[in-house]
């Protein structure tokens, strides 16, 4: 039996997930061979980053990320940090030998992706990135659906990220609220994971047409000791908020398909209400987050008289993730649902199996250079007002 | 108590429903003193027309608009042919001194739009453009709501038209497919309702940016004889679709809210799925005609732990359109719903009371040049390929 | 062509459906060679009844039900009054040799109800008697399926009807809260809908048990005069609540199936929620009055992985009621949808056809005779608290 | 910092449920000092029980229960074999000193369960059956509405529990589909967990009238060995099933309301369909576990003509269990939904306070009496055909 021994660089939100991730793989997914160690957690502050081991069980600490890749115990390094730092630090772990598994967005823009991207594979390590929503067991059925042909020809890609946990003006500028940490807002935060779908699900995008606003121009600078950035600007007064409050976009993909996209953290009542819809010559499917276990399904295909959108509950052993090998459910029985986390837990089994195959699981880092290309398409279009090319590779 | 003598021009789909809301405004609006007289219908096949008048009730026909336009029995000119003959017919109506109410969209351009205007100004008439939804009770109420703040400062229009009915590519070539008859395909058709809405829920738009595509490129030629316009090519040849079959758009208010915009006839399972949401600062509303008697509103100055999108049934006597002036329900009791016809009596009735007061009601003709505007400005964007401004008067 | 001349009594929110439906009969049932007129409509209150006729277009007005039925330019007397005059009213018509069209309940208990089944089956005369919930397109299509077999053997049928418009004590007690005019509450006005359904849709009813409850004891005498009932106890004090509130039961199917039944008044935020759900040993059905167009189908036949329950749109031209006989629709187009009042035209359509072939259509006065007794075994049941059985013809 | 070692009987389905609340607790709740230790699972099937206990983190594995209670290092017993050894297992560990944690229901009669809660006071150890849905976090908040008074006096409760799962009649007599094992079938599989909302939300149920039926009336021999029962039945013959596939009840709770529930393995489409209405004077609640983050509410108090059914995301840190003590969330951030195997960390957590403290939890031992009471109510009413009374203490 192989052990996985993880260095976990960041603490707060996804560094929770991440390490959730971690602890329960071998309890879901018995078969993998490979079991993660959660060796070491990483964070610049020592007080924080122990209290943070502790509390979720990793082994050691380490306060300098130059001292987690010189380990020889750790062969996985988790870049779940804020988005400035991901490049560097996937660099240096793949430049250690180390595989390296790192949130989204995976750069900060284009050119800094390539880097990355050349840097694993110069150092031949495994690299994947945490799109997790593409795991979630009604978006993979989805995806089996359309390369299964259900759906047809697809004609339209539609999709909304709305939350709304920024519309208060007395919120402070968050990191993700600043352009030098974030390098974007609802872009880069919300309209990435999209991205990610809609290249999956429907394929490669030619151009794109995007707007963007920032609603509230001003926010109370965050005072004191950011968990994960350390000191920030502290105080009363209000800094410049640089980056989109929402963006909107079209787009049109290669083989012709109409896609509109749209993220905001500035829709009241949506908490996280990752959308997509698509549209086919033979059916429609439609997926909603906040009820991430139910895929709504329409077919052409069905009797005359009877057709309507059918909500398939995707909580059964026939759907992905959801059955063991030898038969019987991973998790529970159907209508037992699954939540958030468990769209990391099955990333992660998925990249355990890559390191053991030494392989690079979807979405690896040549996937995400083609999210970030159009991220930056997006971006050079708002600036210039008009269509963009996006840049292949 | 007055008389309205109504000479209507067309009896397919619209044609119906308009006469089914002259037939029904008596029944269902009792305190508007002008009642309408279903006095003339006319069409050009002489057969067809004496069927449809005696089917649905009209006193009499003709087969000659000029013959109509002459009587002196008739008060208003309602069109409801396909988009080529809209303007030239209210042109000539209101130069008889006939009110006039026009089906959407008013013109097959702008610069006819506005020679529309143009004419029932000069001649003094009352003239009204039939967006029937507005006067769904529960988009009415959205509007009120909206004027009285609900919502606050608005950020984000969404809305979504969609239709399946045209996917199948061996359905012929009806006069909404041919440009030289329609104009346009799904973008004056579905997206002209959704303009209108956003106009009126919103305000002005100042640019847009606009991409189409016709997914099937010829469809069978529509043989024999059209109902409203006369012998079309006939056999079993193909002819090349050069209208839209989906059109996407961004757009940028006046007061800087982003707005994104869909019409397609290619998303299999909708029926009649003319959808918008309204984000706003303080609060969310959420429309969808399939379920049209319904508003989903979500209120951020709710109870803490208690908020979440509410579905208003906006079916009571507070709602619009419901009450009675002296009190009691004008349709049924809350629950009891009401239908697509509705929309339409409710618009007939306001008109009624427009030439009552002699006060052309919203939409009216400047309310739709701004609404061809933004349907040019669309098709400018598609054409040329980026942002189009939208002209004002 | 044909004429049925119609004598309607009463005109509140049952004689207005029925007017509206004998109107709209023509317009969109060209087929029917039968054309109703409207020719008297009886009241006893001249001035209300001369009023309500001339709004809703009757040519004529009675004040006296004798002098109506002794008219000979009379086909058909439609029953539109409070209960405890029905089975009176519909025997002196069949009498009259009248053709005799009744609002349910059909009659205040099992005995006068079978009373009326003999006088127009002596009389010859065709009757029906209106629940018009059957010819909801989406309840008919459901009907439909049963009978197609699509669901198997039914093994539950589970209803609810839900209203909350009784719920403020503040409410005077208006005639469906008193006993001698109502015969009962919730039972009589709503849970009979509920009982016709089950009968129609799953079969017999061998037993049931039941409970009921007056959430409300008293409630302020009605002052002044009631529309229909004339004078009634007038001034401030209170009356005793007479009827119940919500009632509740268990029933059993000659077939075997479990069932359970509700009907209440005290539900808040349902407003006509009259719901009930089927399931059998290859699918289930779901409708809802509220979504009056939609019904909800899961079928255990669809492929593995894809099951669940679908949200079929009842606005097809395949659909109950909504095809012309030639092609064509007779409503509107998909997802065009129609409301509560055509559920009243669909059913008048029917019983124009039953007079024409001298049938009566389901459910008629024999089916009524059924539905009274599962009411009369129900209110025998709560009364001696147990299981009653249901009396058969 | 105290640790609770425990010993875990059974490893299927319930088992695997409870041994992830233990490995997640501290994670989740790192509040609470008592770290619970998987000390032992014990199991008849040696191999099979140890495989379960490596797959699942338990230390130590035992095959025989007086073994288990003997051991010095187990401080609590955790039941979650089939029903019928429920209480002698819990009796025995309460007379060995081990505080109780049993899967519901707890007894296969009201006798039964009585002698169960006698001897855990006797033993003054703390116990705790686990009716883990009471902890889904949006059904506390229904808890915490209906204590605060939100809905006002309660009218009704209306509860369906829906599965599917057994309907093929190919499917083996399963424990439970077995009345020596499993006492009952949808009675105290699902019913069960209905009552115990029932009682926690509106209070104690005085009668019921309940009637059950059995739709497959045989099945296979569940051929081979049970994993928890050891040898059973074997071949292809079919046994007589001999509990209920579905279940229908009305109850009369002591406050007046009247209640109906209904709980089935055959309604197609339904898989774990846990939901339940409560309607009071104030407004009303709905909860279904399909979609268990979220909660609809109506409040009558909302204003005028913007009433209508809420649907609350319970997923924000003000809501029951999601808010950590010092702030910050739990969990995930709002609209990062939970799952069903939450509900049993929520219901560890408590358990583990309530040891700390000494005291039991509800539903303790005295609160499954009452739930027993109802359960036993239940069946003879079904057997006598009638209303029973039920037993209180």
């Known amino acids: 039996m192989g052990e996985v021994r993880v260095g976990l660089v960041g603490y707060s939100f996804m560094g929770r997930a991440h390490s959730n991730a971690y602890r329960q793989v071998p309890f879901y997914f018995p078969e993998i061979e490979s079991k993660p160690v959660l060796q070491a ?106 390369a299964d042909g259900a759906l047809g020809t697809i004609y339209h890609w539609r999709s909304q990220y709305l939350q709304d946990w920024m519309m208060d003006p007395e919120m402070p500028a968050v990191w993700r609220a600043q352009k030098a940490v974030a390098g974007s807002g609802a872009l880069g935060d919300l309209l990435a994971h999209s991205i990610d779908l ?34 920030t600007a502290g105080g009363g007064e209000k800094v410049k908020v640089d980056v989109d409050d929402g963006v909107v976009a079209l787009a049109r993909f290669a083989n012709g398909a109409l896609g509109t996209m749209e993220a905001t953290r500035f829709a009241p009542g949506h908490k996280n209400y990752n959308w997509f819809e698509v549209n086919g010559s033979k059916g429609s499917i439609i997926f909603n987050l906040e009820r991430m276990n139910e895929l709504e399904y329409y077919s052409g295909d069905d009797e005359g008289g009877l057709q309507g959108f059918r909500t398939i509950q995707a909580t059964e052993e026939v759907h992905p993730f959801l059955g063991l090998p030898d038969g019987g459910g991973r998790y ?23 390191i053991e195959k030494g392989e690079s699981p979807a979405p690896n880092f040549a996937d995400a250079v083609k999210t970030q290309a159009v991220l930056e398409a997006c971006e050079g279009s708002a600036d210039a007002g008009g269509w963009a090319e996006v840049e292949t590779a």
């Open 41 to 146: 957690l990483c964070g610049r502050n020592e007080a924080a980053v122990q209290a943070a081991a502790a509390a979720m069980g990793w082994e050691d600490v380490e306060t300098d990320f130059e001292a987690l890749i010189a380990r020889d115990d750790i062969d996985l390094i988790d870049i779940a940090t804020p988005n400035n730092v991901h490049v560097a630090m996937a660099i240096k772990a793949a430049q250690a030998g180390k595989h390296v598994f790192c949130e989204k967005p995976l750069a900060m823009n284009l050119a800094e992706a390539r880097q990355a991207l050349a840097a694993v594979e110069a150092a031949g390590v495994v690299h994947m990135v945490c799109h997790n929503y593409r795991r979630a067991p009604a978006v993979s059925l989805a995806k089996q659906m359309i």
């Open 198 to 231: 809609a290249l999956w699900l429907v394929g490669d995008i030619e151009r794109v047409c995007c707007d963007m606003e920032t609603f509230v121009k001003e926010r109370p600078a965050l005072g004191g000791v950011d968990a994960t950035l350390g000191a």
């Open 332 to 354: 529970w029985p159907p209508g037992h649902i699954i939540g958030y986390e468990h769209t990391f837990i099955n990333t992660v089994a998925d990249l355990l199996v890559g």
